[in-house]
């Protein structure tokens, strides 16, 4: 059974930092993203990482401050999250997908990641 774990949320103040993972069971993924929902707005993508093109791609609204990673022998994403500001706040959802595709068109649409995790809050006061 396939299943995708976040953990790292958590309140912070404006200008602070946080780490958030997703660990994966089940099998591996070539792709892993990472998207935020803030409350009464759709679901945005934040940042995918493409293990076979080694390849990144970010937001705009982050990029510069957030940094998307993954360990392959812990089957795990990471999303460093710095400068935090209350724009950040929103419940974070990994995702994955196995298409081999690194164009940001593709891996920025909800619809195109086949596997999502829970959800972790991450709420930034000013």
């Known amino acids: 059974q396939v299943q995708l774990v976040e953990s790292g949320g958590g309140l912070v103040q404006a200008g602070d930092s946080l780490r958030l993972s997703c660990a994966a069971s089940g099998r591996t993924f070539i792709t892993m993203g990472w998207f935020r929902q803030a409350p009464g707005k759709e679901r945005e993508f934040v940042a995918a990482?493409?293990?076979?093109?080694?390849?990144?791609i970010y937001a705009d609204s982050v990029r510069g401050r957030f940094l998307i990673s993954r360990d392959n022998a812990k089957n795990t994403g990471y999303l460093q999250m710095n400068s935090l500001t209350p724009e950040d706040t929103a419940v974070y959802y990994c995702?994955?997908?196995?298409?081999?595709?690194?164009?940001?068109?593709?891996?920025?649409?909800?619809?195109?990641?086949?596997?999502w995790g829970q959800g972790t809050q991450v709420t930034v006061s000013s």
């Open positions: 995702a994955a997908r196995d298409g081999t595709s690194s164009a940001y068109a593709t891996l920025s649409l909800v619809k195109n990641y086949d596997y």
């Open positions: 990482v493409n293990d076979r093109r080694s390849s990144t």
